[in-house]
């Protein structure tokens, strides 16, 4: 394989060392740490291959693929992520992207995506690495959220910090967490990426 250009967009530093140690002998890497900066910094780099996680800051990384494709960027898009949801994997290709990676599997995995990827083929996952959202998405949805819910679901989806959303909506910073950790309970998950997956799988975020 020729020696690529290569931009990574993910904001765990450590994860993101690791790849560079995996890649950086045989292609030319760039990186960034959220999704704005991504859509920011493609034009100046002309990438061949782009590798994006979903759950980003600022502008997670469904949305920042939509804008580049909106651009006209030609690179190849790899999602590496650590959602194995097949809802996630249909959105993905949606988007544009040619691959799917799950985080756990990186390695070879990768290697070879991004070799696929460049010979015009799509890389997914095993199928039995992927697990069918429909289950968790019928769970979800018999949750009633509110109008205010909504809208702090919504921003917190695009990447926007509490303090934010508090000042978006005109409503306290104590206020817009409660509402945050009220969904949470009441939906049974504990990080905020997952929470920004239900937001997804409820059409939140904007295409």
């Keep these: 394989m020729n020696r690529l250009k290569i931009l990574l967009a993910d904001d765990h530093k450590m994860f993101s060392e690791g790849l560079r140690s995996l890649l950086e002998d045989d292609h030319e890497l760039f990186s960034v740490e959220d999704g704005q900066a991504l859509v920011d910094i493609v034009d100046r780099i002309d990438p061949d291959i782009i590798i994006v996680d979903i ?15 909106k651009k006209g960027c030609a690179a190849k898009i790899i999602f ?36 696929q990827v460049m010979e015009g083929k799509v890389y997914l996952p095993p199928r039995d690495k992927v697990v069918d959202g429909s289950v ?14 909504t809208e702090v679901l919504r921003l917190i989806a695009q990447g926007h910090t509490m303090k934010e959303i508090a000042a978006l909506l005109g409503i306290s910073t104590r206020t817009a967490e409660s509402h945050k950790y009220e969904m949470m309970e009441a939906l049974g998950i504990g990080t905020t990426a997952e929470l920004v997956q239900y937001a997804m799988k409820l059409g939140l975020i904007s295409t």
């Design 136 to 149: 968790e998405k019928h769970r979800s949805h018999s949750l009633k959220l509110t109008p205010r819910q």
């Design 80 to 115: 590496l992520t650590m959602h194995a949801d097949a809802d996630l994997v249909a959105e993905a290709l949606r988007c544009g992207a040619s691959g799917y990676v799950l985080k756990q599997s990186v390695g070879e995995e990768l290697i070879t995506a991004i070799s």
């Design 55 to 69: 759950s980003m800051p600022v502008l997670n990384g469904f949305d920042a693929v939509r804008k580049l494709k």
